[in-house]
């Protein structure tokens, strides 16, 4: 028996579906603009808007770099407390089907390496001197239906092209 890849470039049935070779924050940002007044508000109400977006990259065969964009701003008393955006990626085999590549990449994988996004985050918004963000669980299934929904909308004639999805904390 040899492990030689199958043909065509189809999945191999004796590897498993998903494997995440390899994770890293591939980029990171925190900036605190009005510091240090802005601490003085420590205590009121934080408005935190928190905008997800997923995006894939081909790597060779079957490899493929999913990166998971994370954008969030707080603004307490109507001044900016802190921006935070990180992008965090993962390099993963995918031995599925041709036609489950795209939900697995969008959905699975985000799934997968999104408690160690919202790790970082929490540990980040706590260092840089505020309450941690914990950000809710995501449901990457809803934000893909979302996103082929917006697809299929911008198609059609006439229609407007639609931003990226995004989540609340």
């Given at each position: 028996?040899?492990?030689?890849?199958?043909?065509?470039?189809?999945?191999?049935?004796?590897?498993?579906?998903?494997?995440?070779?390899?994770?890293?924050?591939?980029?990171?940002?925190?900036?605190?603009?009005?510091?240090?007044?802005?601490?003085?508000?420590?205590g009121e109400t934080q408005d935190i808007p928190i905008g997800i977006d997923v995006k894939t990259r081909h790597l060779d065969g079957r490899t493929y770099e999913v990166v998971l964009h994370l954008r969030a701003e707080a603004k307490t008393a109507g001044r900016t407390g802190f921006i935070l955006e990180v992008a965090y990626g993962a390099v993963c085999t995918l031995n599925v089907p041709d036609q489950h590549l795209h939900p697995v990449m969008l959905v699975e994988v985000p799934r997968q390496i999104f408690p160690f996004v919202r790790n970082i985050v929490a540990d980040l918004t706590r260092d840089g001197g505020f309450p941690p963000l914990l950000i809710t669980p995501i449901d990457f299934g809803e934000l893909y239906r979302q996103r082929l929904a917006q697809q299929a909308a911008a198609a059609q004639p006439g229609a407007e092209g639609a931003s990226s999805p995004t989540a609340g904390s």
């Open positions: 028996m040899t492990d030689a890849p199958p043909p065509n470039g189809a999945p191999n049935a004796a590897q498993p579906p998903l494997v995440i070779n390899g994770q890293y924050v591939k980029d990171l940002s925190f900036e605190v603009p009005g510091a240090p007044e802005i601490f003085r508000h420590a």
